[in-house]
């Protein structure tokens, strides 16, 4: 799979690092050429293109055109929905997933047709379920750790 990647913060990063790893082609972009060597590892083999990705030319740099997927992760939400739109009408990218931080926003984009993620609601949610969740659930004790001593 092909995919171009917008965003080489933590998110943006790491899941360029996986998809590399796993032998996909993969180009990951940023407005700050800085963040390639702050997050991703030296064994990252894709394509670092320094640009912005609601710039037709730095996409096309990055290789949207041949593109089997476009994630845009950025810290800007309005940023990554425009994104999004170019590579999914523009440049006919199939599967294009959007990272939408107002949960309001993101229901709305959804409901035009975006793949999107709501890094706050999903939050919320697994923070609601940590709550719910036995202690034994959540804090696991390390496999080789000292039994406890008995007062005696």
């Known amino acids: 799979m092909k995919v171009v ?3 080489c913060g933590r998110v943006g990063s790491e899941l360029a690092k996986t998809l590399d790893e796993e032998g996909h082609q993969v180009s990951i972009m940023d407005i700050n050429a800085h963040q390639f060597t702050r997050f991703l590892p030296e064994t990252f083999s894709g394509r670092k ?3 912005n990705g609601i710039d037709q030319d730095a996409l096309r740099r990055a290789g ?3 593109a089997d997927a476009f994630v845009a ?3 800007g939400d309005n940023r990554n929905v425009m994104a999004c739109q170019i590579a999914k009408h523009i440049f006919d990218v199939e599967r294009v997933v959007c990272r939408i931080y107002d ?3 993101e229901e709305m984009y959804h409901g035009l047709g975006l793949r999107t993620i709501s890094p706050t609601k999903v939050g919320a949610r697994l923070i609601r379920e940590a709550l719910d969740a036995e202690e034994t659930e959540t804090a696991a004790e390390p496999e080789n750790a000292p039994a406890p001593e008995t007062a005696g």
């Open 103 to 105: 949960p309001i926003r």
């Open 73 to 75: 992760v950025t810290p």
């Open 5 to 7: 990647i917008m965003g």
């Open 64 to 66: 949207i055109e041949e």
């Open 49 to 51: 293109i320094t640009g």
